[in-house]
């Protein structure tokens, strides 16, 4: 079974652009989360979607939104970009909703933005 | 501010030591989840402990679940080079509708041969 894929891999972007993230989950999985990498601030949690709704969503602006699309993929969007958006955005999926099951990452896909 | 407090920061050992990872909140949480992360790769569940007091081994690993859902340690024996990596922990609280973790800021573990 394939993992999470995540495209692209490596993004180079300028302030004031916008960029969008995409994300394939594992076949049968319908819960989509995404999060943020940074060194000085670890991994933070960004948002959640399920059967195409935001469950949950974390304490980031509102340049930082996402969907999910009835196959379950997933795409975020940062607009208005600012240097301390250069991230590794990591997606993770998992089968249905619950604190005990399984998250899954992807490769994630590095954001510089200069 | 962290709501999970990970132990040491950085940790550079030589092969076959020992060595224990600390997670510490003042949250409960219904379960809590470790991960390792190598370069370039997201993070790869290691295992999740869901119950207070709980132990799992996974060969030379051993985590631990506090009694109270706050805290957690990873313990590795004889570490070998291919342990080397960012080991991650990750709460779960069951009030939150969803799969939303908070994540520690990470143990970063360097075996050296």
């Known amino acids: 079974k394939a993992g999470v894929t995540q495209t692209p891999r490596y993004l180079i972007k300028t302030r004031g652009q916008q960029v969008t993230l995409s994300c394939s989950p594992i076949?049968?999985?319908?819960?989509v989360s995404w999060y943020q990498q940074t060194p000085g601030q670890g991994l933070q949690f960004l948002f959640e979607y399920f059967s195409e709704t935001q469950r949950n969503k974390g304490n980031f602006p509102g340049r930082f939104s996402g969907r999910q699309f009835s196959n379950s993929r997933s795409e975020m969007n940062v607009s208005t970009l600012e240097l301390g958006d250069s991230a590794l955005y990591l997606c993770?999926?998992?089968?249905?909703?619950?604190?005990?099951?399984?998250?899954?990452f992807g490769p994630g896909t590095r954001l510089l933005v200069l | 501010t962290q709501l999970l407090e990970q132990s040491p920061q950085f940790l550079s050992i030589q092969e076959g030591e020992n060595l224990t990872v600390y997670c510490n909140s003042s949250s409960v949480f219904s379960s809590l989840q470790w991960y390792r992360q190598e370069p370039g790769e997201g993070p790869v569940l290691l295992v999740t402990v869901v119950t207070g007091g709980e132990v799992k081994k996974l060969k030379r690993l051993t985590f631990q679940f506090g009694d109270a859902r706050k805290d957690s340690s990873l313990h590795i024996t004889a570490a070998q080079p291919g342990d080397t990596g960012l080991y991650l922990c990750?709460?779960?609280?069951?009030?939150?509708?969803?799969?939303?973790?908070?994540f520690g800021g990470g143990t970063r573990l360097m075996v050296k041969p």
């Open positions: 990750a709460g779960a609280k069951a009030n939150n509708a969803g799969n939303m973790l908070t």
């Open positions: 993770a999926s998992s089968l249905e909703l619950g604190v005990w099951e399984t998250q899954y």
């Open positions: 076949s049968g999985h319908r819960s």
